[in-house]
């Protein structure tokens, strides 16, 4: 999927969206379209700032991936109640000049701020439309069933690929209003997942569904359909292609292999810190250009301490702690203890001893002590190895235990 391996790419953290600066996941990439030829629908679920957006804008523009499906990106975040749904999906679609005329001509008679003729405002559904006995979410499913009937009946059927972006975030922020229209918008996102012949989805988030089922009551049967997609960070040599591009992009092409191999592991090979390290690296603690200047291991290692101790620099990863308390409920001090004991460990530990541990504490309830581990696995903070002499845990990426020490002060 990349350009030039050694074309430069300049530092930009967080809100890359070039095509031509994209770097890695072709495995991904390839896979993503066997499963969509196989009509499975995908599922990203993975930790934020590892890069699942940017794939999915370039996944979308890919020539190899446009001529075989029509790919539609909607980003779902910020958005908090079932009409904001709807009418961030009627914006998406409306600026997607592939769809068939005869459903943009509809979304015309629906919608305020879409004219016929291609132009998009802000988009909102007509009042007059909103009667008493439907809803956002009934319009919505109504909607894209009339699009899935209109893409059969043209001469040439190319099947349509909605990539939803952070669609538990938006749900969550859904059931917070209401538990029941949560739930009633997953439920519908399913049943058209199941009917629809011509569209196809990509469901991404970085918050885990398993969050979504608890805090809506649904059951797994609204995600059952979705086929994991595995993700994670880039891969080594994929790092270290990114990295030896934004070196270049920085003007400082000398960057040494022992530098280049501090950067993949340091970083756990994350994509967006790889970036925020290289933006750093443009200038010194004084605010001087470090153009030309060689990169050496030990500057990288400082660079990103510097990275995690500076809380504005940092505040993209923040979340790996404050989300905690969001999400776990009553189990949030129990969560902070498991991740608090394995902060403080220097090897992976036996499931055992970690349970004893927890187990020290009066009062201690192991149901909510294996939900609560488990959670933290599916968040990705935690992994379970199986050895001979049973399951040992650790962290899944090491970058989040060194942030998360830091910030906690085990260390």
Not at 172 to 199: C, F, P, V, Y
Not at 220 to 246: I, K, N, Y
């Amino acid at each position: 999927m990349a350009a030039n391996p050694l074309a430069p790419i300049e530092p930009n953290p967080g809100n890359e969206s070039l095509v031509r600066n994209f770097v890695g996941r072709v495995d991904t990439t390839a896979r993503a379209q066997q499963m969509l030829h196989a009509r499975q629908n995908i599922l990203l679920a993975d930790p934020r700032r590892i890069g699942k957006t940017y794939w999915m804008q370039t996944f979308a523009q890919l020539p190899e991936v446009t001529d075989r499906f029509r790919v539609v990106w909607i980003d779902y975040q910020g958005v908090n109640s079932t009409e904001e749904f709807l009418n961030k999906t009627a914006e998406a679609l409306a600026k997607y000049r592939r769809l068939p005329e005869k459903f943009l001509t509809r979304l015309a008679a629906l919608f305020d701020g879409v004219e016929a003729s291609g132009k998009i405002g802000v988009v909102e559904l007509k009042k007059s439309f909103l009667k008493a006995h439907e809803t956002s979410v009934t319009i919505m499913e109504s909607l894209l069933t009339e699009l899935d009937e209109d893409i059969a009946a043209e001469p040439k059927i190319i099947p349509l690929v909605i990539e939803m972006d952070e669609v538990p975030d938006a749900v969550l922020e859904i059931a917070k209003r209401s538990k029941d229209e949560a739930g009633n918008l997953l439920r519908r996102l399913q049943h058209l997942r199941k009917t629809a012949k011509h569209i196809q989805w990509i469901m991404a988030g970085s918050i885990g569904f398993h969050h979504v089922l608890a805090k809506t009551g649904a059951t797994t049967s609204v995600v059952s359909d979705l086929e994991d997609l595995p993700f994670g960070p880039l891969s080594p040599d994929d790092a270290r292609e990114l990295a030896t591009r934004l070196a270049l992009g920085i003007k400082r092409p000398a960057i040494t292999p022992e530098a280049l191999a501090a950067v993949v592991e340091q970083t756990s090979a994350f994509p967006s810190l790889i970036q925020k390290l290289f933006a750093m690296m443009q200038y010194d603690s004084h605010g001087t250009s470090t153009a030309k200047l060689p990169i050496e291991a030990e500057e990288v290692a400082q660079r990103l301490e510097d990275f995690i101790e500076d809380r504005d620099q940092s505040r993209d990863v923040t979340h790996y702690l404050t989300r905690i308390p969001t999400y776990y409920g009553k189990d949030t001090a129990l969560a902070f203890r498991i991740l608090d004991f394995m902060g403080r460990q220097v090897d992976p530990v036996s499931f055992t001893d970690l349970e004893a541990a927890m187990a020290a504490k009066r009062g201690f309830d192991r149901g909510r002590f294996v939900a609560t581990y488990d959670n933290l696995r599916d968040d990705h903070y935690l992994i379970e190895h199986h050895t001979s002499a049973g399951p040992e845990v650790d962290w899944r990426y090491q970058v989040i235990k060194v942030i998360y020490t830091r910030r906690q002060k085990l260390a």
